[in-house]
């Protein structure tokens, strides 16, 4: 069989499936649905619905004790499947996500933010998105310019409240002010006067270190975005050390994490952070080195 063949049998089938009274076509044997039209040309967010509640499975064999386990949780659960496949709507939502993700990762935090919320701005050694990515040592250090501006703001300081955008820029906007407000207010509770707070660019968690050498503050709080997944984009964590300084080890730190809408909402996790930040001046440790009665 030759080209024009070939050509003439598709030519001809063409024809015969647009016949006038030919059956309606079939997907993988499948019923055939037409797309539904869209009114007024505007299609549905599919990141606003709310995955505890998404529940696509059919005829489930107890669909109602499924469905209040997904309420406990916003993990894919429960997405139902077209033959071996995700469904069309679990699909387009987990690309929604995943882009959202990528989106707050490579996205800078606004350049007035600092500016509109108090904050001083300061920067790490890192010059560009690229680098910080992909130097996290650059992240945690600063040169002499910024080394000054820090040492002037938080002169005779005991306790520090940083806030520093990390791997996302959506969780710093959405929830590093209303915590930081939170946290000031529970600490003036206790007694506990902050002063001004710095903003850092580029920031990794052992930037919290170096600023403890040049400071010798007591304690250092900081708030910073965490690496987004399929869940949120928004994360942010209180990352605080007592007596910090670079190479102290990890362990030495205590973690306030999932702090997003989500999950442990701002204003909730400041006043949490507060009562922790005065146990650990009280007891004078951070980490695996704070009691566990100071973590209830």
Known sequence: MNKEELKTIVAQMLREMHTDGAPEPQVKSSEYKPTQPVSEGILP???????????????????????????????????????????TATFLRFRADHAAAQDSVFSDVPEDYAKAHGFIPVQT?????????????????????????????????????????????EAITANAAPCAEAIRRGLKNYGIELGRSLYIKYCRVGASDHIGDLT?????????????????????????????????????????????????PAQEAGIKIAALIDRMLKQKASGLDLSREALT
């Open 45 to 87: 967010d599919i990141t606003a619905v709310d995955l505890r509640q998404q529940y696509l499975v059919e005829q489930p064999h107890n669909g109602a004790a499924f469905q209040a386990l997904k309420a406990k949780t916003p993990a894919r659960l429960g997405v139902g499947r077209a033959g071996p496949r995700y469904k």
């Open 125 to 169: 050694m890192c010059t560009s998105k690229d680098e910080y990515l992909t130097r996290p040592d650059l992240g945690r250090r600063f040169d002499e310019a910024n080394q000054r501006v820090i040492k002037e703001v938080c002169a005779n300081q005991r306790v520090l409240l940083l806030i520093g955008d990390g791997l996302s820029s």
């Open 216 to 264: 010798g503050c007591e304690l250092v709080c900081l708030l910073v975005g965490e690496r987004p997944g399929l869940v949120t984009n928004g994360s942010m964590s209180a990352y605080i050390t007592y007596k910090p300084y670079r190479g102290i080890p990890e362990s030495k730190r205590t973690v306030v994490s999932n702090i997003h809408s989500q999950g442990l």
